[in-house]
């Protein structure tokens, strides 16, 4: 609060002696050219903040282009392990087929040993 105090202070100091010395001109300058160093802080300050968001950007793509292979191979690992897991369920029922169908033939083998046999001994 005493630094705003001090600011106005300073500012009447400003136009006691701008109005002791010049004219009408003289305060237009000065308001100009204080409008002037305003407008040059805050081009900085936005040159400053487009420079900081460009390289926030670059570290951002810099690190989706290290992570991505990363979580690419991640996925693909998951979907390998997911075919595996079903190409083993497949293995495992034809097995159960395979059995069934050869105790099914074996059931009927010595049927069909008298069926080859009548049609190849007369």
């Known amino acids: 609060m005493s630094e705003d105090v001090s600011r106005e202070a300073d500012e009447i100091r400003r136009h006691v ?27 900085k300050r ?14 951002i793509k810099g690190k989706a282009e290290e992570d991505g292979p990363k979580e690419a191979k991640a996925f693909l690992d998951s979907e390998i392990a997911k075919a595996k897991k079903e190409a083993e369920k497949i293995m495992a029922s034809i ?17 069909a040993v008298r069926k080859v046999e009548e049609l190849v001994i007369p």
């Open 17 to 43: 002696n701008v109005v002791e010395k010049g004219s009408i001109l003289d305060i237009i300058q000065e308001k100009e050219s204080a409008i002037n160093m305003k407008v040059l802080e805050t081009k």
């Open 46 to 59: 936005a040159e400053d903040i487009v420079a900081n968001a460009r390289v926030k950007a670059m570290e």
């Open 95 to 111: 097995e159960v087929e395979v059995k069934a169908v050869t105790a099914s033939g074996m059931k009927n083998f010595d049927r």
